[in-house]
């Protein structure tokens, strides 16, 4: 593992997952850069890492909340905020990707990133369905490529699904395997195919629900009821849905469905495109399947 030691981490994207993703880094005792695409995001992002760090301290620190604010403050000090991606790699040893689902998006940063990090640097994507190895193809350092997909929340989903395309090297590998320990996760291992593992199970069992709910069998509230109840999931799929994003559940099926037209597991959902197109995107838009009182 000495070959790829990992300290400095720069992660792209301050989404719900890139700030996760920051966060746990950072928790773990590495530096972060955070890098997003104004300084107004980039206060957004700080702000909800902010809450979510207050949560985690509350859990860890509840007889000693003094601890609980050093902590926070540690770890949120460990945090370097930057809108420059180029110039946020230069000293990364590993960089971790978590912009917008968007394949020629990623091409143009990657290229840009693989031409200013050093050889050295380990580069990962957290793309949820797209290809590995075609996020890699426009690099020259495909050894040194991987997936890292991390679960919403990031800093409470225990899980990391470590994704080896057949070019990504066995040191790659490994230190990808060692970092996902590093920042207390539990890592799985699997070829670079659509969905991996989580959302290639996930994702068919999402829209096989809104199906039932679209003939009318049940409603989406006791289709939820009776998988949290009968099955013991945390969420029902609609809650699930909504939790995620319509517009990435969707963005996942129509991906799939165009690449696998015969599989009818991943036809699109007419009532999640119709949501998704009124802009009724789940919990963060305040609207989805469920309302909710408040934006978040
Ligand atoms: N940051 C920090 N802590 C958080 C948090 C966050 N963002 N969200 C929840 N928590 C903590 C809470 O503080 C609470 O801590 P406590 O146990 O000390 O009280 C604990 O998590 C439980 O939260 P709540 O009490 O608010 O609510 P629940 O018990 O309902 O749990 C949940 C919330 C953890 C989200 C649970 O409902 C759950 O596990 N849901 C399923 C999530 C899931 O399936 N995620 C995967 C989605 S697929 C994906 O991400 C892949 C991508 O590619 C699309």
């Known amino acids: 593992m000495a070959k790829y030691a990992i300290k ?39 702000a909800s890492i902010a809450t979510s760090l207050a949560r985690v301290a509350k859990k860890l620190y509840k007889d000693k909340p003094s601890d609980g604010e050093k902590f926070i403050a540690e770890t949120r000090g460990r945090i370097k905020g930057s809108t420059d991606p180029v110039e946020s790699v230069k000293q990364a040893d590993l960089v971790v990707e978590a912009i917008i689902e968007n394949i020629d998006i990623k091409h143009k940063l990657f290229k840009d990133l693989d031409a200013a990090a050093p050889p050295s640097t380990l580069f990962a994507s957290n793309t949820s369905s797209l290809s590995i190895g075609e996020i890699a193809s426009v690099t020259n350092r495909k050894d040194r490529f991987g997936g890292l997909h991390f679960f919403n929340p990031v800093p409470v989903m225990k899980l990391l699904e470590v994704i080896r395309t057949p070019e990504t090297s066995e040191e790659t590998y490994q230190a990808f395997m060692a970092w996902g320990k590093s920042i207390g996760k539990v ?23 809104v199906r039932m709910y679209e003939r009318g069998d049940a409603s989406a509230r006791d289709i939820d009821t009776a998988m949290k109840l009968g099955a013991g999931y945390p969420m029902g799929p609609f809650e699930l849905n909504d939790y995620v994003g319509l517009d990435t559940t ?34 963060k838009s305040g609207e989805g399947y469920y309302k909710y009182d408040k934006k978040k």
């Open 187 to 209: 890592c799985i291992t699997c070829k670079d195919t659509p969905g991996f593992v989580v959302n290639r199970l996930l994702v068919p069992y999402m829209a096989e629900a």
């Open 250 to 283: 969707n963005f996942i099926l129509e991906g799939w469905h165009k690449k696998m037209p015969d599989n009818p597991l991943f036809e699109p959902l007419e009532s999640m495109k119709k949501l998704v197109s009124e802009g009724k995107l789940g919990m």
């Open 8 to 46: 400095n981490v720069t992660v792209i994207g301050g989404g719900l997952m890139g700030s996760g993703i920051a966060q746990v880094t950072a928790q773990a005792g590495q530096n972060v850069t955070l890098v997003e695409v104004n300084a107004d995001v980039l206060k957004k992002t700080e």
